[in-house]
Nanobody
């Protein structure tokens, strides 16, 4: 089992920046991927950004060019730097990791609110 502990989030004005961090209880290299998804009220959960064990990165279309995902292998931590935030980025952000083919784990979620 993999535990994911998130930190960061909060309230920021449009155009501002925030940083989220997620620490995994397992080595990042043992995970197929680790990254971030988000869910806004009344909407489906969507990919924000994730990084594979091999270092490949995928971003959701709506955050490309504004968000940057990075990892600290020694600390088993992945971070999400969010810049040029928009009100539509308001959501609960979840750290997610996949171990093996069918084992997907989720953090408890952290609220990000962007005011206009």
């Amino acid at each position: 089992q993999v535990q994911l502990v998130e930190s960061g989030g909060g309230l920021v004005q449009a155009g501002g920046s925030l940083r989220l961090s997620c620490r995994a209880s397992a080595s990042i290299f043992s995970l197929n991927y680790i990254g971030w998804y988000r869910q806004a009220p009344g909407k489906q959960r969507e990919l924000v950004a994730r990084i594979t064990s091999g270092g490949s990165i995928n971003y959701g279309d709506s955050v490309k060019g504004r968000f940057t995902i990075s990892r600290d292998n020694a600390k088993n931590t992945v971070s999400l730097q969010m810049s040029s935030l928009k009100p539509e980025d308001t959501a609960v952000y979840y750290c997610s990791a996949q171990l093996g083919v069918l084992l997907t784990y989720w953090g408890q979620g952290t609220q990000v609110t962007v005011s206009s």
